[in-house]
């Protein structure tokens, strides 16, 4: 039972700093050099000295590592599920609370509807 909640903990994790990492990387696209490698060492330097993507980026590779270290306990064909699916939520709330549009009154059916199947999982594992 304590992994679903730390599943629970990576989903708000990765997809709490989606929309964040999004908005930090603004402005990537107008960076220029003239050789492939200079541009992906440009590219690099832009990400990694903005703390506006740096912060979220860091939290978002914690729940990757929390996520790994969960796996070795868990069943895989709950694990997977469980969490990506409740990313998808946490994307759409946190990016709703960035100002960004999130759709209309499909995505809210389809949240429950997400909502509704991770419950079936988790049922089905207690």
Do not use: H
Request: proline share 2%; aromatic share 12%.
């Amino acid at each position: 039972m304590y992994e679903i909640i730390w599943l629970t903990f990576v989903a708000v994790l990765w997809g709490g700093t989606n929309p964040f990492i999004k908005k930090g990387g603004a402005g990537i696209e107008k960076i220029s050099e003239r050789t492939a490698v200079r541009q992906f060492l440009a590219e690099l330097k832009f990400l990694f000295l903005n703390w506006k993507y740096l912060v979220p980026f860091l939290l978002n590779q914690s729940g990757s590592i929390l996520y790994y270290l969960t796996l070795a306990t868990m069943d895989l064909s709950i694990a997977v599920p469980i969490t990506n699916s409740l990313t998808f939520i946490f994307t759409l709330i946190s990016g709703k609370l960035l100002g960004e549009n999130v759709g209309g009154k499909e995505t809210y059916i389809g949240m429950l509807l997400i909502l509704s199947g991770v419950a079936l999982c988790m049922s089905d594992r207690t």
